[in-house]
């Protein structure tokens, strides 16, 4: 049985592997020749040979693009689990060197831990590490889907309920802070004030409420939202001109201050911290570019 598994893997050319985790990610002959920095003849060969060695049509032309079959996706999952198995055996067998390694890492974030994490990451990357890519994506219900299958990298996020080869790393931990216009004419806010005032929430998910819901349902308050925002980043561009207030991450309210008219109110009640972390699939252990990744996220 071993001799003949061999033979089979020795007649496929393994080359071709990669070529078919890429078409399926990208859905583009084209965006995948360029990603694999070859001719889109080149590619369309391999997809030929694909095609010959899985017995199937493996992808169909529509208005959007490739469109893998139902085989394409079934193969998809089960090769980037294997393609991450060589990649880290490969990577445990060389010493790592940041300053020379090529790598792209797939991380899932929110706006908050892209400008408060990530954006010191980059400059970091940018002196130490500069050929490692990063591409950044949402975080969407799929996320801990795509860490087990290797689409991801790193999901930056609070730490959830997950399966047993997911591991989370603490980052950081942070609080909360209110942010109001400049010229806002509050200076102190009491508990009350603060309930009636008009509030900014931001819910990435489209979920309305929050921990600030929570704390004041505590004490048999609630706030009126009168502007709900999918990104941190939004909240300035509703605060200024006017007298509302939002309840954001300290982190986050600082790098909002440093470019936009809005000033720090303290909150005048405690709102529970939080810890963000990076998720990432049990495989990347002995990853030593991986390794070096979380551990300079963990300093940023």
């Known amino acids: 049985m071993n001799d003949m598994r ?30 694999l920095e070859l001719t889109q003849s080149a590619v369309s060969r391999a997809l030929s040979r694909l095609r010959r060695l899985f017995r199937d049509p493996l992808f169909i032309r529509t208005s959007r693009g490739l469109e893998p079959t139902r085989r394409a996706r079934e193969l998809g999952t089960r090769l ?5 198995e060589v990649g880290s055996i490969l990577a445990a067998a060389e010493p790592f060197d940041p300053r020379t390694a090529t790598r ?7 706006d908050y831990a892209q400008v408060t994490l990530l954006a010191p990451l980059a400059r970091r990357l940018a002196r130490e590490a500069p050929l490692i890519e990063i591409e950044l994506r949402q975080p969407s219900l799929e996320s801990e889907r795509d860490l087990e299958s290797g689409v ?15 591991v989370w790393t603490p980052l950081h931990e942070d609080g909360y802070t209110c942010i109001v216009w400049k010229k806002h004419p509050c200076r102190r806010l009491s508990v009350d004030r603060y309930a009636q005032m008009a509030h900014v929430l931001v819910a990435p998910r489209d979920r309305p409420g929050g921990i600030l819901d929570d704390v004041f349902a505590a004490r048999g308050l609630s706030r009126r939202v009168v502007v709900q925002v999918p990104t941190f ?13 939002a309840t954001v991450p300290k982190r986050m309210a600082r790098v909002l201050a440093a470019s936009h008219p809005v000033r720090e109110l303290r909150p005048p009640l405690a709102i529970p911290r939080f810890t963000m972390c990076a998720g990432w699939h049990e495989i990347h252990r002995k990853d030593a570019a991986h390794r070096w990744l979380r551990e300079a996220l963990v300093g940023s």
Not at 80 to 84: G, P
Not at 152 to 166: E, V
Not at 233 to 245: A, D, F, W, Y
């Open 6 to 35: 061999q033979g089979h893997v020795t007649r496929a050319d393994l080359n071709l592997l990669p070529v078919l985790d890429l078409l399926l990610e990208e859905g583009s002959v084209t965006r995948a020749a360029d990603r």
């Open 104 to 110: 792209r890492f797939r991380i899932a974030a929110v």
């Open 233 to 245: 980043l939004s909240v300035p561009h509703v605060l200024v001109g006017t007298e509302r207030i």
């Open 152 to 166: 991801l990298d790193l999901l930056i996020a609070l730490r959830q309920p997950s399966g047993p080869a997911i």
């Open 80 to 84: 980037r689990r294997a393609l991450e």
